[in-house]
Each structure stands twice: as structure tokens, then as C-alpha cells.
T-cell receptor
């Protein structure tokens, strides 16, 4: 089975712009979670989608949003980018939405 | 509020010896725990899991121990190999969905 894929792998944006990241889960997995990793921090949970519904949400401002499509692919959007949004964004999928999560390689976002 | 803590940012071990990575948590509702290994520029790779109904789980060279009363888990790698050099994250969930809380990671260096 193919693993979790994320596109693009690298992005450079300027403050005030918006960005959309994409995640394709492992085939058959219905849950997709998004995480932000910054230097010195662990992975911070953004949100989780299961069967096109946001089921859990972390403590991030409303500028961070997401959605999931009927094929379980997910997108994450960040509007009005700030310098502090520079990070590695990881998505993870799981089969039933409970249990082990499998991660993609991440998207490295740099905000200038 | 960091609910999962890895208090050792780094650890160095000689090849062939045991590596012990520690993780503490504060939320007594956590009942499912994961360990991940992460290389630079890659997403975390799942290593081993344990649920709260067990106190030990083994998979090859990797063993995870869970002490619920102390809210502490540890990952033992025996014998350690140079290829084990990576950042190790522990994660915990209350099984209310796929919201996992991650520690800040421990960088393991195995010296040949």
C-alpha cells in the first residue's frame, strides 16, 4: 500500500498570503489529522477529520482551517500568514479514527 | 499546557548497549500510547504502541513499559544500533478520537 502523501513538500510564502496544503491518506483510511511542528516543540495537534467531518480541534486560531473530501483526501488552509506560521506541517491517517496514526513526510512552510 | 513530557532532550548510547527513553504524562484519562521515530526532513515513523490494559509490549528490539500509577512510560531499545540515531517522540490519547498529544522529543545518538 502507498503511504501517506503530502503536497507540496516545500513552500515559501510572504506575510499576509494564504496557503493550502494537501494530504492523501493511506488507501482505506478514513481519518486524517494535521499537526504543526516548530523547532523545539513537539507536534501540536491542529484538527482531525473523519468521514468529511471535523471531529477534534486543537488550540489554534481560526486562520487555520481544513476540510476532507469524500475520497478521504484532506486539505489544510492557513490565511493571513504570519512569520510564526513557519513550520513543518504533518498529516497522519488512521483506519478507523482510533489508534495508530501513520504520518506523511510533511510540508515545510517558510513565511518571509 | 504540556500534557506529555520528555524531559531529556538528548541521549547518547554506545552501540550494542541499551537505550532507555522516558516519557511522563499528566492526564489520567490517557489510555493509548505510541512511540515514533523521526529522521530529519521525514515524517515520524510508527515504532510501537501500548494500551493501558497492558504494562509491557515488545516488538523485536523495542519494548515499551507503562507504569500507570506513575503516569510514566519508557521505550527500551536493545541492542542499540547506529541506525537508531533519530528523534523519538511519545504520544498519548484518551481514545476519544484521534487527538494525540506529543512530547517534545528525545534525540538519540548511538555511537559506533
Amino acid at each position: 500500500k502507498a503511504g501517506v502523501t503530502q503536497t507540496p513538500r516545500y513552500l515559501i510564502k510572504t506575510r499576509g498570503q494564504q496557503v493550502t496544503l494537501s494530504c492523501s491518506p493511506i488507501s482505506g483510511h478514513r481519518s486524517v489529522s494535521w499537526y504543526q511542528q516548530t523547532p523545539g516543540q513537539g507536534l501540536q495537534f491542529l484538527f482531525e477529520y473523519f468521514s468529511e467531518t471535523q471531529r477534534n480541534k486543537g488550540n489554534f486560531p481560526g486562520r487555520f482551517s481544513g476540510r476532507q473530501f469524500s475520497n478521504s483526501r484532506s486539505e489544510m488552509n492557513v490565511s493571513t500568514l504570519e512569520l510564526g506560521d513557519s513550520a513543518l506541517y504533518l498529516c497522519a491517517s488512521s483506519f478507523l479514527g482510533v489508534g495508530t496514526q501513520y504520518f506523511g513526510p510533511g510540508t515545510r512552510l517558510t513565511v518571509l | 499546557d504540556q500534557q506529555v513530557k520528555q524531559n531529556s532532550p538528548s541521549l547518547s548510547v554506545q552501540e550494542g548497549r541499551i537505550s532507555i527513553l522516558n516519557c511522563d504524562y499528566t492526564n489520567s484519562m490517557f489510555d493509548y500510547f505510541l512511540w515514533y521515530k523521526k529522521y530529519p526532513a521525514e515524517g515520524p515513523t510508527f515504532l510501537i504502541s501500548i494500551s493501558s490494559i497492558k504494562d509491557k509490549n515488545e516488538d523485536g528490539r523495542f519494548t515499551v513499559f507503562l507504569n500507570k500509577s506513575a503516569k510514566h512510560l519508557s521505550l527500551h531499545i536493545v541492542p542499540s544500533q547506529p541506525g537508531d540515531s533519530a528523534v523519538y517522540f511519545c504520544a498519548a490519547s484518551a481514545n476519544t478520537g484521534n487527538q494525540f498529544y506529543f512530547g517534545t522529543g528525545t534525540s538519540l545518538t548511538v555511537i559506533p
